[in-house]
């Protein structure tokens, strides 16, 4: 273990027992709809005038979610955004445990992927709190959702910029936490 285990320990004791990740989760302002097209009110006039208002919070559902991007279309552009800034990305995403199968599953949108598979896409992407965040609201999660030690834990590490994954099993060992990436 590296000489200051102790003080990121200390530092990491202080943001679990703190609850930081609600604050953090909560400081980046993104809404509930980041993704979605502004819609216009164009409501059926014949359903309106027998269903009253109503008609145009269904009509702005349904188009929103016709135009929406999908979580394997999301995942898609972040491989190709990312890809292009680091050539080692394939490696770091298999590294974590993302196989070219469940990344194509994943992009084709055959499975809804599991809050533990896009951290560690997270991970490998090197992506920073927020687009963890969104990377995470687009499948129907969150960091603050379930405000385990495990994805306070992760949270951190993200918020530092730190994506050595034996350093970040080391700390999830020691809070007695599953590890993510080694084989124990």
Known sequence: MKNNFSDVKAELDLFIKNNKIIDLVNSLNIPDDFNSPKVEDKPNAIFRKIHGDF??????RVEKARKAQTIGEYVANLYEEKG????????????TGINKEYKSKLINNRIHPAKDKLLRLAIAFKLNTEETERLLRMAGWSLAEENTVFDTILAF???????????IDEYLDEYNE???FSIK
């Open 55 to 60: 008609s145009i919070e269904l009509d702005k």
């Open 84 to 95: 292009k800034e680091d050539p080692k990305l394939i490696g770091r995403t298999t590294m």
């Open 157 to 167: 590490f993200i918020e530092k910029g730190v994506y050595k994954i034996t350093e």
């Open 178 to 180: 599953p590890v993510m």
